[in-house]
């Protein structure tokens, strides 16, 4: 779990050729369940950063109301590969997967008290969706579930510490 922003440079400062303008998002301090890091990287030698936080049931039951905000560096490969993985979700057993990501349609998501316009697909079949913007030089990928994006609010987290407790404040 992250505890400082040693670990991952969330502001650009942490070492040789960090990401500048680089940024973490998460759901604001509203959301009802809790929040946990789960997954982080830091490539020194290219600067590509990325961040993983989980909203929802502790125990990661993915038919509960939850979303997932993968904040990657902008041109990090972890971008894609998280849309990848938040596809994934629409695979149904015995379907072969699809050529490439269904139709798109724009959705707009506050975003540190402005309205973003981020795309979104929907899986008709169940209550998943993804959804993918850019904020400033950080690309935002989320996955959620039982939740409709357009209520999320996201905001910026300069300290990663109130992940290793759940429950707490957002700081």
């Not at 349609?105 to 929907?122: K, N, Q, Y």
Request: aromatic letters at 8%; hydrophobic letters at 35%; one cysteine or more.
């Amino acid at each position: 779990m992250v505890t400082s922003t040693r670990e991952v440079p969330l502001d650009g400062q942490g070492g040789p050729g960090a990401a500048e303008g680089f940024n973490v998002f998460a759901v604001d301090a509203t959301w009802p369940e809790s929040r946990q890091v789960t997954g982080h990287g830091y490539h020194r030698a290219s600067g590509d950063i990325h961040v993983y936080l989980w909203f929802g049931s502790p125990h990661f039951d993915p038919e509960v109301e939850h979303v997932t905000v993968c904040s990657a560096s902008s041109g990090n490969p972890e971008a894609g590969e998280a849309l990848e993985r938040a596809f994934e979700t629409y695979r149904h057993p015995g379907e072969a997967p699809p050529d490439g990501p269904p139709a798109s349609e724009p959705v707009t998501i506050t975003t540190d008290g402005r309205p973003m316009t981020f795309e979104l697909w929907r899986d008709t079949g169940t209550s998943h969706w993804v959804a993918r913007g850019r904020v400033e030089s950080t690309e935002v990928i989320l996955s959620g579930s039982k939740v409709e994006p357009s209520e999320l609010s996201l905001v910026r987290v300069s300290d990663l510490a109130s992940f290793s407790n759940p429950f707490a404040p957002l700081g």
